[in-house]
Each structure stands twice: as structure tokens, then as C-alpha cells.
């Protein structure tokens, strides 16, 4: 065990101590999660960046009201109250997303449960963002009528406008437990998405990168050289292995620490993160040797590693949410481990999921892995 933490240790010393090593680890993962998060709006101020749709309110009701007071509590799109008539003019002009009507008979639907059409939603391009909003926030609604009713002879829920404003005033996080099973906050969904994709993605890099050394030595005949001394293969690949093991928590540990205090990223089940990132770290690593086991350069390694990288990210929702794209993007999406990566991890970070709770990402990193390792492994020539 003496000689696998030595070569594990000097290896460490050697690929941290690379030019460039810092610069690929911290600098640049930091950079792109400001860049992106500030082009896509998850920075910056809330009402320029978010979408614009017009509500009309028809119903003119206590419950009616709440729900728009929902609605709002949404970064992500800004409401415009208008009537029937200023709600056409601003559609003509084109400078809304669309219009959400609240029909008449909306606070009897919500008292009697009535689960026919409550809303009437027209938009002039397909939004799944808007749309979710809507949804969610009439599920909310419904969710804490509900809530008042059983609760109506206790202290605790005096009636439906002390609920919502509870729920306003804790805009940052809301329990799913209350809001019903898929509801988060989108904001906070999306700057855990944003910093955590370009983290998962540099880490990649770096695992690569930190493989190449294998390749690298091998091209030397460093590594042959090794291979001739009293300590066994065995000894020295999983030397090797350890090396890279740690290079990737040192930077994602850094990473995560960075990602809370600067962009206010919600960990939420730390073990769980803890162990799901492992898992990743041992599949990238496996993806590593599997691309330096179809390569006999550094330089080959590089060109093809980043463009298998910076493809898959793209397509696993590390650039922008798997939402927005179409039907056959997200087919393809499911069998990138971004995809399955930011998954396992959201569930754990906002809805502060267990590991067990996440064991569908979990099966399939694992999968990956075996794969990457199992190819990567009887390709490479040591």
C-alpha cells in the first residue's frame, strides 16, 4: 500500500504542478459560469432578463388574486396585469411572450376542485418554461387551498392569502413537500445548473488531461521503464488511478466551495454529492483511458477528447437546459452522462435527495463507467 500512495503522490506533485494545470481547473470554470450565467440571465438584474407575459384577470377574486401573487414569486418571468383590451395591443406589438387569461368561475373551480381547463394560456412560440411555471403555480394554489381547508380550525393556517404570503416571503427556497413532487424554484435551479454543468465539464478536461500522463510516458518509454522495476503493474496503475482520483476532488472539492460562496449554489445532500462526484470522477477517468487507448499521441488525445467533451456537454444541458430543445435533442441527450450528471445531482441539491433517492443516475453513471474503464483497459498498451 506504501508504494501505491508514493506513486500516487508523485504523480499528483507532477500533473498540479503543469503550466496551465490552475488555469484549466479553477480559472476557466469560474469564468464560463459568470459568462453564461450573465447571457442567459441567471444573473444580473431579474426584470431585464426574464420573459414578459400579459395576465389577464377575468374572475377578479380572492383566490384569483393569490394566484397571480404565485405567478410573481417566479424570477424567471415578469407579469404584466392588463385587461382584455391593452392585453391585444401589447400582443400586436409584439413585446410579450404571450397572454394568460384567467376566465371567470376560477375561485369556484379551485372551492369545488373542478379539474377542467381553469386557465386560458395563448403564446405566439412554444415555451415548456412558461408553461411549467403556469402549471406549477396552479398546482400551488390548489395544493394550499387544500392545506387551508384541513387546517382551517388551527392557528397555524389562518386562510389562503396568510399561506401565499408565507410562501412569498421565502423567495429562494421552497419546500417540495408543499409544493407538490417536480415544483422548485427556477432560479435557484438554474444557477445550480449553470455552475455545476461547467464544473462537471472542466473536470473532464481535467481527468483527460491528467490521463494523458499514461500516454505521455508510455510515448517516452518512462512508463515501460517502470514497468521494469521490482513494483508490480498492478501497483502502479492503481497508483496511477489514485493520482487521478484525487487530482479530480481536489479541483471539484475547490469547485463546490468556490460555487456556494460566490454564485450561491445550494448543496443540499453533501454525503450524497459526495459519493455520486466520486462515481463521476472514476467515469471520467474511464473515459480518459478509453480515448488514449484508440490514440498514440498527447496531441491526438487532446483534439479528440475536447471534441468529445465539448459535444456532449452541449448536448447534455451543460450550455443550456435539455427543456429547451426539441424532441430528438432530448433522445439523444439520454445517453450522455452530462445528462444523468446534472440529473442526479439537481435532485440532491434542491430537493435534498438521498443517494438512494437518486439510484436511476446512479445505475447508469455506474454503467458508464464500466464501459469507459472496460474499453479503456484492454485498449491501452502499458
Known sequence: MGKVWYVARQQFKLILGKRGSLLLMFI??????????????????????????????????????????????????????????????????????????????????????????????????????????????????????????????HESVNNLSKVVENINSNRSIVKRDILGDGLIVEKQKAINRNSLGFAIMFLMFTLMSSSAVLLDERTEGTLGRLMTTPTSKITIFIGYILAFFMIGWFQFGILMLVSAFIFGVTWGNVWGAIIFASLLIITFIGLGLMIGGFVKTVKQQQAIGSLII????????????????????????????????????????????????????????????????GVGLRRFKF
Open 28 to 153: 476557466m470554470p469560474i469564468a464560463f459560469s459568470f459568462i453564461f450565467g450573465f447571457l442567459n440571465g441567471t444573473y444580473g438584474d431579474e426584470k431585464n432578463s426574464s420573459l414578459s407575459m400579459i395576465l389577464v384577470d377575468l374572475d377578479k377574486t380572492t383566490i384569483s388574486k393569490e394566484y397571480q401573487k404565485l405567478l410573481e414569486n417566479n424570477h424567471s418571468v415578469v407579469w404584466l396585469n392588463k385587461n382584455e383590451t391593452e392585453a391585444k395591443k401589447l400582443m400586436d406589438k409584439d413585446n410579450t411572450k404571450g397572454v394568460l387569461i384567467i376566465p371567470e368561475g376560477f375561485q369556484k373551480g379551485i372551492i369545488n376542485g373542478d379539474e377542467k381547463e381553469q386557465l386560458i394560456l395563448t403564446l405566439k412560440q412554444e415555451s415548456p418554461e412558461i408553461k411549467n411555471d403556469i402549471i406549477a403555480s396552479y398546482q400551488q394554489l390548489r395544493t394550499i387551498y387544500e392545506i387551508e381547508q384541513n387546517f382551517s380550525n
Open 310 to 373: 465539448i459535444s456532449t456537454s452541449m448536448l447534455g444541458g451543460v450550455y443550456w437546459p435539455i427543456d429547451i430543445v426539441g424532441d430528438v435533442f432530448k433522445k439523444i441527450s439520454l445517453f450522455m452522462p452530462q445528462t444523468w450528471a446534472l440529473s442526479g445531482f439537481q435532485d440532491l441539491m434542491v430537493s435534498n435527495s438521498g443517494i438512494s433517492e437518486i439510484t436511476l443516475q446512479v445505475v447508469i453513471i455506474l454503467g458508464f463507467a464500466v464501459v469507459f474503464l
